[in-house]
């Protein structure tokens, strides 16, 4: 049975740090990638970043691109997305899924197949 499942979220300040964490189970990281995706109240699910490990790709929405990093531990099949620099902006609930094989682009443009349920991310102005 595929699982995932979502950690580390939590109320931060402007300018903080966060790192997510995606246990995964059921599967093994190099036969599918992995993206994160986010949303807020009233908004749009947000597609925030993407890796395969398989190929080492990744990838990371504009709004994010050079505050968060993700990167992924095949041993212990979890993948992480440390957030800093964090605006009150990136608050929203923060979803892992499981997609494609490989991290091509936008992850809100493939099918994500299994989700997690969720983690708050608040950051306070």
């Known amino acids: 049975e595929v699982q995932l499942v979502e950690s580390g979220g939590g109320l931060v300040p402007v300018g903080g740090s966060l790192r997510l964490s995606c246990a995964a189970s059921g599967f093994t990281l190099d036969d599918y990638a992995i993206g994160w995706f986010r949303q807020a109240p009233g908004k749009e699910r947000e597609g925030v970043s993407c890796?395969?490990?398989?190929?080492?790709?990744?990838h990371y929405a504009d709004s994010v691109s050079g505050r968060f990093t993700i990167s992924s531990d095949n041993a212990k099949n979890t993948v992480y997305l440390q957030m800093n620099s964090l605006k009150p902006e990136d608050t929203a609930v923060y979803y892992c899924?499981?997609?494609?094989?490989?991290?091509?682009?936008?992850?809100?443009?493939?099918?994500?197949?299994?989700w997690g349920q969720g983690t708050q991310v608040t950051v306070s102005s």
């Open positions: 899924a499981v997609g494609p094989k490989y991290c091509s682009g936008n992850p809100d443009l493939y099918v994500y197949d299994y």
């Open positions: 890796i395969s490990s398989s190929d080492g790709m990744t």
